[in-house]
């Protein structure tokens, strides 16, 4: 089968004829349809430290993929409830079962996460792999959208760890997951969705997924605009998407007393903090975001897409073939594009 | 009636008679029996930076206190719940009871609040009169652990913002605060309470509210400890009442994957994070802690005193007169001091 | 002033001049521009076991209620935060502040509530004095809108005693209430929301306030019909508005495993449980709704209105003059209408 | 090996050799040291109309135990999270960790659990084969006591899902899962902890566990004494351990404004609920309580055994080796018996 490889200890990737791999007993193999490029993705073809010091080549590349069951594992296959011919996707983090975190619930941050295309082969392949209960049916979800519900569920995780229904949401970062996080929080009922970013493109893409005003820092007082939007008050919710020190400071004044900042957007460098003025005064709450809840965010992501209260699909901006993946990460690294997506299989 | 007051920009209190307060048709006269010297307080006599923009003198100090109802305003005693001759005790933050907090059930986060001994005259007095509505009866509780429950009531508040029993936790900064923090753990049932300071006078006293394992980062490897007593996990649960950033630091490193720091202790400087390596992948809640919740913490708190669960006792290490105030202050300076109490009247 | 009274123990009530009410220290008086006819005015109108328990008449009716402040007492003004000239509406519930419920942020059971129009004089006047804490301005809502807030905000409580966001639900019960719970599962976020009564009135103005799909169980298998649309699992969340025992069989066979029943239609007798089959095992949480959260369910229910998010305009069928409350309370009986409003003044 | 089998539909289990249980890739194989005996399993031994409907004939009976890994499965072997030599215990209830409740995080109410001892072969024989994923290593914990951790864990589910410090519990029924509760209530920092019983027997068993009140209704008024003891408040948390219809309204009754009732007691027949005064005007929340939260309780209820908080073993008063089942049954039926365990190996 064709797979993106990285071969060794430096940038780009290649593509190469590797085995379809093996389907262990409590696995499923699937072909892949659609597979998502994410900045993982760009920080791995660049090679950077973080990629350098976590990955071993050879290995194949992608987390984010959807496609169809082609063949069951003898314990898979028994149970009945994924059958050859379903069109699925899948969690990429496959987790220990057994640790403190996954016996709380919490196996979003299993101590012993192996994740795909990253830890073990990944997705830019004909063929992918996974333990059985990783995979959920799409039920008419098209492969395209199934192929992007890994960072979708990030943006759901960062949306939904709030009491949404009415309240008023700043999301710092419009990226293709601050974009999601603008339609999550659109179709949870929040009465007011603010978005900001730099870039003039990602905000036409915020408002496309239902912002309904939208900041450049560029030309726009943010903290002004918030303070006069809510009326003095500052917003319930922010979802920190940027990664950037200045998103964090504008997180902190901008939520209300007793408000939260969920904080998604992984920065390169530390932040300043003045934890008197900005959290312990203000009641503050904030939660960093790891993924996504296994199983829920799946769950509501799914109930979400097929009820058509959430479109991703303005957020996808790209389409390329494997062949084209040095093409699909110099958009990425451009600037310009919202998601990417390779289409792979059918 | 006697009345500790701040009479002007400068450090120090005064021992002056003043006219016993008014008792509006909503409040309820106190007579004082006892009140607790605090941290603030401190402040307030070396008139720092802090207490020379808030203050406004003339004015009493003091807001830790208990003492006996002996009037009451024409709506306060319609209702017919509080009576004179009442033991009582009473949450100093007086609030708007209209803006946004107050109406979430946030009071203790209001816009307007007015903190007794701080924004109106306080309780180092012969006589204070209160909201009704701020009074909570002592049913039995005597009025000298009646006069530290504002900051026994922080302490509630800082450890019940999270799921105790059988849970793991450590308290950084063994302040009365502090110390009271490990009382309130193990009486709602955590599993392991681990406390840290560097002054073994307060250690004993952690000791003594039930701490089961005392750290002095002086000569013990904080971290280091904490993994090996929770089996590699860290904790739960850390109280952070140092306000020190590097009471920070180690709060987001001893916490688990998916833990939890509420932050107390009030830094005077900010604190370098590192958002992605602490809390982000550490998936880690913080919250900042503010005062005392109204009033939930105080009922929990009167249901742990009441039922001997909780004996904040061991923490009081001195009483004074109001007289001799400068001495007050004076042992809280150096440092030896568990909880200062005046005793006022009887 | 003009106020409807009931005058003695007996059927009706008459409209008669009565004094304009004091305004108290803590009080707002309020020029009263519309007021909501409820199913309690009714039973009060009837004076049937309840009422005629509970009510010690003469007393003025009337509990949902919108209008303008024209007087403050001293210390409701003193605050600033409301003025004369305030459009306003209020929760109708007068509660302690002292019990355990209100001290626990539950003011909605406090043990001493005094509902207006029941335990002390009511809305249907020109007139109505109310503690200034019980009052919120309405910040560009129209007071038509505003004299429902009151039913409206029960099904806001209903509802979002839950977690809404890509759930589906079932209301159980389409009178005002129901009809309400229907708009407020959509603005929440509710992936389905299923509607169901006898009466095709009600269903008809279940689906203006936006019912995925209606059923009438004089016609459709509700259950057969519930499964068929949620792929056999049941609905996340039954608001049972009906009071009536079928309802409450139905609310509990309807549920999924690990669902909710919130329940808010008051049954005028007993209902056979199957704790075993019905609650136990399937893990179900069963929910009693009582007024309005004091006052949370007031500020997200401010928040849905003033964004556009729901609108319970569908719902109001009939509007009639002070003079005219024999017709309102017809048409209520009959049970053509949706919500009945009195024009009272301007 | 040597295992209980229930041969045939008719009462009573015999003792049989049967072959030692093949371990599949997932599971581990267990040597089994120590089993509880159940109220299920009197019913099981009886036939009784349950058991009759629901067991599929021959089948090896029991689902509490603990024991010592022998071998393991190749995938449950790979991780290397468990080894032979292990002593652990297993969740009884093997779920399919696809469906809505499996993804939700509530496995204990999955649509398709199979409990051992009830739909496939269980625990009371010499070994017995579990998917790795259900163990849970004892750390130091007995077996003894971990053979009880299946009905100690229904007692954890019971009075953890509410919040515990600091409140009132009254549990109904001291049957050992009631005795169990009142260990659990004081553990996790209850106030005050009455326990109700008609047997003197059991009362003695809820003293020893930690019960600061014993009531017998034979001779106690029990609301009136719960009302005396909690300032005519009622309790905050009634957890119905009893399974009787005069439970149930005992439970509504003496539960205050806002409290919780958690039912687990299993009824054999409907009960009479009076919903509007009992639940909606009282605005009680009712819970079902189905198994143990996979694996939140576990790892509560590891916790407080290993730090010593709670003993469950004042309510072991029974034990026998395999051959005498027949007394273990007689003792259970005789209702003076705590807890009885079967001592099979070593």
Chains 1, 2, 3, 4 share one sequence.
Not at 97 to 121: K, N, P
Not at 258 to 278: C, I, K, M
Request: net charge neutral; charged share 20%.
């Amino acid at each position: 089968m064709r797979a993106l490889v990285k071969e060794g200890p430096r940038p780009g990737m290649v593509l190469r004829e590797r085995p379809v791999p093996d389907c262990g007993p409590s696995d499923v193999l699937i072909r892949v349809h659609h597979a998502g490029v994410c900045g993982t993705d760009l920080h791995i073809w660049e090679w950077d430290s973080w990629a350098s010091q976590r990955l071993k080549p050879p290995l194949t590349i992608g987390h984010e993929f959807a496609g169809e069951i082609v063949e069951l594992g003898r314990e898979a296959a028994v149970a009945g409830l994924l059958e050859a011919g379903d069109k699925v996707t899948a969690e990429g983090h496959v987790v220990c079962g057994h640790c403190l975190q996954c016996r709380l619930g919490a196996g979003h941050l299993c101590q012993r996460t192996q994740i795909i295309g990253v830890d073990r082969d990944g997705a830019f392949a004909d063929y992918i792999a996974m333990p059985a209960s990783n995979v959920m049916k799409l039920d008419g979800i098209p492969t395209e959208i199934g192929a992007i519900m890994d960072p979708l569920g990030n943006a759901v995780h960062t949306v939904l760890e709030a009491s949404v229904p009415g309240s008023t949401v700043l999301v710092l970062g419009c990226g293709p997951i601050g974009c999601f996080a603008v339609g999550v929080a659109r179709a949870a009922g929040a009465s007011l969705v603010v978005a900001s970013d730099f870039n003039p493109r990602r905000l036409e893409l915020a408002r496309a997924m239902g912002a309904h005003v939208t900041l450049n820092p560029g030309g726009d007082d943010v903290l002004a605009r918030v303070r006069e939007l809510t009326g003095g008050d500052g917003v319930d919710l922010v979802c920190e998407m940027s990664g950037h020190p200045s998103g964090h400071a504008q997180a902190f004044a901008a939520a209300r007393l007793g408000g939260r900042v969920n904080l998604l957007g992984t920065p390169s460098r530390t932040t300043e903090v003045d934890f008197a003025r900005d959290v312990i005064f203000k009641g503050l709450t904030l939660y960093g975001v790891t993924g996504r809840k296994m199983y829920q965010t799946w769950h509501q992501m799914r109930r979400f897409l097929r009820a058509g209260q959430l479109d991703p699909r303005p957020v996808i901006t790209h389409r390329f073939s494997l062949e084209c993946i040095a093409e699909a990460i110099q958009v990425i690294k451009d600037g310009q594009a919202g998601k990417v997506i390779l289409e792979i299989g059918a």
